[in-house]
């Protein structure tokens, strides 16, 4: 639910706090460009809801929203009780890095996010010298607030006998990368008792497209509260995705980023499309929903030759950033035991991060003329 607040109303703030936090949710203020603020009651706010009459009767209430869709908490339309339609504000989901940086995701704020880095940190060394690239990247083009790291260490695998990642031996390598750069990191989880003992270290929580349905797991990041990227299942549909999305929201935790990496269609070994990408999915969930989209170049392509120009596709698409996968050097490729011919070497990947923040900066305020003039930003 989203109640409109005169701005200052403190009493009445503490009042809705008071009953939000009885009915197990959390309350976060935003503050509106007029003298109204919205209260946003986070998580399953049916109870809450049921009170709507004393709510609409408290000092500085103006309205009170209740989403109509399914997934209420990250639902970009609202409508209130005489159908009239709001239109939220996009959520800004923030990630702090140890140089005391904030990477901030969405928002509408056309400010591309690049996380990059292994697919999973084999050694020390090589993960340290991506990271520092990485780093270097990020001070070249003076975004090093726009820069973070990837690298999972539990591995989702097709076959049982493929090489599974580190587990916490690698989540060790991630945290000293960020110990070295000053980076956050985004790192899988696929196990929901695992959650705690891994999102004790890593800034933010990935849950790949085999578990965008795995509820449990869902449940357990939105209850732990860390920023997730919640990239969409394979084969699902983008209500799915959205209604993954609320799972974890309607835990507490609106932290949430999407991620778009590809259907499985017509996947050639040959290497033209691992997975097809979406990319109305992005525009689409930028419509309905408040979550910022970032974009997968690298599980789309399958083949690090056709990585850039699939990113450069997406950002048409305005995508609030992108996670990418990178190796320090050519002579390391060889070395990478998952994912390694779709990883971009840092070097080319310097030169991508260029064209987008070219684009950024030149071509997507025109697109957003255009995307405005035919309504549909
Ligand atoms: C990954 O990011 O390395 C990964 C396994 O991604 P996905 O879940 O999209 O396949
Ligand atoms: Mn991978």
Redesign the pocket.
């Known amino acids: 639910m989203i109640i409109e607040l005169e701005r200052g109303r403190q009493a009445t703030l503490d009042q809705i706090r008071d009953l939000a936090v009885r009915f197990g949710n959390r309350v976060e203020l935003s503050e509106g460009t007029g003298v109204y603020d919205t209260v946003h009651i986070i998580g399953d706010s049916r109870e809450f809801a049921s009170r709507e009459s004393y709510i609409l009767g408290l000092p500085g209430v103006r309205a009170a929203w209740q989403p109509t869709g399914g997934y209420k908490n990250i639902a970009r339309v609202v409508r209130g009780n005489e159908g009239k339609a709001l239109h939220r504000e996009r959520r800004v989901v923030e990630v702090k890095g140890l140089d005391g940086k904030a990477r901030r995701f969405g928002g509408g704020n056309g400010k591309h996010i690049f996380v990059c880095g292994p697919?999973?940190p084999q050694t020390l060394e090589q993960t340290l010298a991506t990271a520092r690239m990485a780093r270097e990247v990020g001070e070249k083009f003076g975004i090093l607030d726009r820069v973070m790291l990837?690298g999972?260490a539990f591995?989702?695998r097709t076959r049982p006998t493929d090489w599974r990642g580190l587990g916490m031996k690698g989540i060790a390598i991630m945290d000293a990368a960020r110990e070295e750069t000053g980076l956050p990191y985004v790192t899988?989880v696929m196990d929901h008792n695992l959650v705690e003992q891994i999102g004790a270290h890593a800034d933010m929580l990935?849950i790949?497209?085999?578990?965008a349905q795995n509820f449990d797991l869902l449940e357990s990041v939105g209850r732990f509260g860390k920023p997730v990227i919640l990239?969409r299942g394979?084969g699902n549909e983008a209500e799915e995705w959205f209604y993954s999305a609320e799972y974890i929201a309607n835990q507490g935790n609106l932290d949430i980023v999407l991620?778009e990496?590809?259907m499985k269609t017509l996947y050639t070994k040959g290497g033209y499309c691992r997975n097809q990408p979406d990319l109305n999915a992005c525009t689409h969930a930028r419509k309905q929903t408040i979550l910022p989209i970032i974009f997968?170049p690298?599980?789309v392509a399958g083949d690090h030759r056709i990585v850039a120009e699939n990113l450069m596709a997406a950002c048409g698409h305005l995508v609030d950033g992108s996670?990418t996968?990178t190796v320090h050097t050519e002579a390391w490729r060889r070395e990478q035991l998952?994912?390694a011919g779709q990883a971009l070497v840092m070097d080319q990947y310097s030169i991508l991060v260029e064209a987008v923040l070219e684009y950024e900066n030149h071509v997507a305020p025109r697109m957003k003329t255009i995307l405005r003039m035919l309504g549909t930003d």
């Open positions: 697919d999973s990837r999972g591995k989702p899988e990935q790949g497209t085999r578990n990239k394979f991620c990496r590809g997968d690298s599980h996670i996968e998952c994912d």
